[in-house]
């Protein structure tokens, strides 16, 4: 049982908007701690898409956009491609772990 | 640039320990915390703790202490993360990351900038 909680799955067709929404609580999302936003693709390392709730470090297409609210936070993707097929994991931090914790993954499918 | 490269991967009995290292390039070693997270087959991402290359420093996840430790040889640049006291349950590809801060202020503001390309880990009788 993850401490973030993320749907499963998500899926739009090619040109659409999909959202993955990740939920906390107040021991980390909405104690203030940031929210990352990481893509995998099977049998690789994860890579960052958001930091800070909203940032996207270079390289990463303007279609990826974060944001927080309270004790949640989301992940847009707009213009769906074919190669946006992956897992996306939430992460923050946790006062009650004391460290990272991540949402439990979604598959997003286009 | 920066890199992270692991070891191989192992394959070890239930009960015996691995050691799985992770050689830094490109950067200060001291200056980047490095943290350790697993993914077990078909499953999410679980943060495991971090070592501070610098003075030794590490913090754990309370569900691993006890049995795990994270060590680094600031000679070679390299971290290393032991797990002991396997079991079928530690079957997962084991992932170093660098921690990069890009903010100020009380609350922490980091995240894993560069990965390392996972270790494979099983653990079989």
């Known amino acids: 049982q993850s401490v973030l909680t993320q749907p499963p799955s998500a899926s739009g067709a090619p040109g659409q908007r999909v959202t993955i929404s990740c939920t906390g609580s107040n021991s980390n999302i909405g104690a203030g701690y940031d929210v990352q936003w990481y893509q995998q693709f099977p049998g690789t390392a994860p890579k960052v898409l958001i930091y800070?709730?909203?940032n996207r470090p270079s390289g990463v297409p303007d279609r990826f956009s974060g944001s927080k609210s309270g004790t949640s936070a989301s992940l847009a993707i707009t213009g769906l491609l074919p190669d946006d097929e992956a897992d996306y994991y939430c992460q923050s931090f946790d006062n009650n772990v004391g460290g990272r914790v991540f949402g439990g993954g979604t598959k997003v499918t286009v | 640039q920066v890199q992270l490269v692991q070891s191989g991967a192992e394959v070890q009995r239930p009960g015996a320990s691995v050691k799985v290292s992770c050689k830094t390039a490109?950067?200060?070693?001291?200056?980047?915390?490095i943290h350790w997270v697993r993914q077990a087959p078909g499953q999410g991402l679980e943060w495991m703790g971090w070592i501070n290359p610098g003075s030794g420093a590490t913090k754990y996840e309370h569900k691993f202490q006890g049995r795990v430790t994270m060590t680094r040889d600031t000679s070679i640049r390299t971290v290393y993360m032991e797990l002991n006291s396997l079991t079928p349950d530690d079957t997962a590809m084991y992932f170093c990351?660098?921690?990069?801060?890009?903010?100020?202020?009380?609350?922490?503001?980091?995240?894993?900038?560069?990965w390392g390309q996972g270790t494979q880990v099983a653990v079989s009788s």
């Open positions: 490109g950067y200060t070693f001291n200056e980047y915390d």
């Open positions: 800070g709730n909203s």
């Open positions: 990351a660098r921690d990069l801060r890009y903010g100020s202020g009380l609350l922490k503001k980091y995240y894993f900038d560069h």
